[in-house]
Antibody
Framework: QVQLVQSGAEVKKPGASVKVSCKASGYTLTGYAMHWVRQAPGQRLEWMGWINAGNGNTYYSEKFQGRVTITRDTSASTAYMELSSLRSEDTAVYYC??????????????WGQGTLVTVSS | EIVLTQSPGTLSLSPGERATLSCRASQTISSSYLAWYQQKVGQAPRLLIYGASSRATGTPDRFSGSGSGTDFTLTISRLEPEDFAVYYCQQYGSSQWTFGQGTKVEIK
């Protein structure tokens, strides 16, 4: 069965960077897009960007362009999201999520468990 | 960027009642790329509906989606205790995804 397992909670200082991992199992990483979505406390879901895990192409939300980098390591079946220049407003749960169906942007059918990133001085 | 506006913000209903949730887009979107999610406290979202009206595997048939153009609806025909949660709509266009702000369905 498809599983996405994320790395553990992080505490970072303002101005630092954080890198969250998402290990995929139960399917071939390169066959599907992987997205990153975040949710600040009590707030809506916010899409950050996605990677075509097959060819490595990335697409980012305009809001995060320049601060977010999504990569993947196909040999480790793992996707990564790095967010730089952290500020307190970046405190949130970060999720990875996989397309329901390969090559069709119809929704995120599988989600990681979420990683809490806390930004505090 | 396409903005999705959900209404109402909170819906207070009793088990057994019908829930009607609205999602309005700031411009016309393809029905193929409109999805609905359910999120319970402390959990990741769960895909309920994709393509505006297709139920994802495991979604009970009391959930139904409809709509086109800029106006979309999620209906829960008879609320079960496990349905009290927050619901988000989501759309895709031009390699970008956006979510609505959510509708909380709470027990009255």
């Amino acid at each position: 069965q498809v599983q996405l397992v994320q790395s553990g909670a992080e505490v970072k200082k303002p101005g630092a960077s954080v890198k969250v991992s998402c290990k995929a199992s139960g399917y071939t990483l390169t066959g599907y897009a992987m997205h990153w979505v975040r949710q600040a406390p009590g707030q809506r879901l916010e899409w950050m960007g996605w990677i075509n895990a097959g060819n490595g192409n990335t697409y980012y939300s305009e809001k995060f362009q320049g601060r977010v980098t999504i990569t993947r390591d196909t040999s480790a079946s793992t996707a990564y999201m790095e967010l730089s220049s952290l500020r307190s407003e970046d405190t949130a749960v970060y999720y990875c999520a996989r397309n329901l169906i390969a090559a069709r942007p119809i929704g995120f059918g599988y989600w990681g468990q979420g990683t809490l990133v806390t930004v505090s001085s | 960027e396409i903005v999705l506006t959900q209404s109402p913000g909170t819906l207070s209903l009793s088990p057994g009642e019908r829930a009607t949730l609205s999602c309005r887009a700031s411009q016309t979107i393809s029905s193929s790329y409109l999805a609905w999610y359910q999120q319970k406290v402390g959990q990741a979202p769960r895909l309920l509906i994709y393509g505006a009206s297709s139920r994802a595997t495991g979604t009970p048939d009391r959930f139904s989606g409809s709509g086109s153009g800029t106006d979309f609806t999620l209906t829960i025909s008879r609320l079960e205790p496990e349905d009290f949660a927050v619901y988000y709509c989501q759309q895709y266009g031009s390699s970008q995804w956006t979510f609505g702000q959510g509708t909380k369905v709470e027990i009255k």
